[in-house]
């Protein structure tokens, strides 16, 4: 089996500790051991790394993926219908761009196309193309009516009866296309729709319905919930992943941390941010009012996420990237708001974006932190993401992006040394 040993570096390795000078020797797909401080590994055989004083962390995790979305750094996609065949090849490439940057894994929150996506996810698994371990989802599931006219978007679940057949038979061939999770949109959204956030479109019965369909199949559950009815709702039947939960009020925050093992929270800042922030046009619509609701929210977020957070939820970075304003390799720049707006320190950012990261995919007894017997998806870092994390998003400062043991990216030739003889 392939030996790699990488050399003198700092290791973060995931857990929120601080890190420390060391070495780590990979051995086919996982790490074989980590050594801390002048210890030295025996690596007799292995090819050396030496990483030169740059800091080796756990590959990203993306928790908040649209691949499908199809915007990346290197090519923005802007809005046309197009076909089936290029939107998989645009969502091939966006997978690549995302690993280019330093995400070795991603937790999709909804795609284009199902199969597309499950295809896409084999692949990569199997070795064929380029692209970060996924977690494939169903596309995102409104709950408008058969007869909703086109622009009539987030319609109330109480001007409609209840439609518990279409839900089920939603999961079931979701469930056939092997997708992993499903994803409800369960309230309206204001930067889609102004003042529509709170509109709940989903009945009981039919959230009920969804749950014990996904149960059956073995699909985690995802929302997208913005107000407290809808948060306690999805939290009652047993959803996974929150995306958004921007409103909860006291009971919702206390249905959160009772749950606070089984439940992952993505407050979904990038694209706030970018809307206010990156976006000439965004304050053009709705004459400057959906741009106030967006600041108004930004701000909201800035309060809730330290009481989230102190509340020992597990909030993840991941920020809806894959628009024009906000493309595909950028994804990092979520790290630096969870610092900047959350008050989280720039371990406890890159913490939840490894170790909450790997759990949030289902692995976390082997995926998210640099220990033995955990997969080798590794990232060198030329410089300290510890001292200013906003260098994740320069894919220049990765010298070496590894995945699964196997080089994305290799280190610099002059970096490398070869095995010592056996
Ligand atoms: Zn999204």
Known sequence: MPRTLITNVSIFDGSGALPFPGEVLIEGNRVKAVANGGERLAAVGAAVVDGEGGTLIP????????????????????????????????????????????????????????SAETALRDEIAAGWLPGPRLRACSFEREAAPATASPGRRYVSFEQRSPDVGSVRAFVNEMARIGVDSVKFVVTGDNSIVP????????????????????????????????????????????????????????????????????????????????????????????NGGALREQIAKLDHL?????????????????????????PIGRNAHDLELFVKLFGFTPAETLSAATKLGGEIMGMGDELGLIRPGYLADLL???????????????????????????????????????????
Not at 302 to 325: A, S
Not at 391 to 416: F, S, T
Request: charged share 25%.
């Open 380 to 422: 060198l870092i030329d410089g300290d993401p510890l001292h200013d994390v906003a260098l994740l998003q320069n894919a220049e400062r990765y010298l070496m992006i590894m995945k699964d043991g196997k080089y994305h990216k290799a280190p610099p030739r002059h970096r490398q040394r070869s095995a010592e003889p056996a």
């Open 59 to 114: 590959g990203l995790v993306e928790s908040h993926a649209h691949l499908g979305f199809g915007s990346a750094v290197d090519r923005v996609v802007r809005g046309r219908v197009r076909s089936a065949a290029e939107m998989l090849l645009i969502t091939a490439h966006t997978a690549k761009v995302m690993l280019d940057h330093g995400f070795t894994s991603a937790y999709s929150a909804g795609a284009h196309d199902a």
């Open 302 to 326: 800035g309060e809730l996420l330290p009481v989230l957070h102190k509340r020992g939820i597990r909030l993840l970075p991941g920020g809806d990237y894959g628009f024009p304003t906000n």
């Open 195 to 286: 003042n529509t956030s709170l509109v709940l479109l989903y009945h009981d019965d039919e959230l009920a319905a969804a749950a014990a369909a996904a149960r059956e199949a073995g699909l985690w559950l995802n929302a997208h919930a913005h107000s407290a009815e809808a948060i306690k709702l999805v939290l009652k039947h047993g959803f996974r992943v929150i995306y958004h939960c921007t409103w909860p009020d006291e009971e919702a925050l206390d249905m959160l941390e009772a749950r606070k093992h089984e439940i992952f929270v993505a407050p979904t800042v990038g694209l706030n941010w970018t809307n206010i922030h990156a976006d000439p046009d965004y304050a053009k619509r709705d």
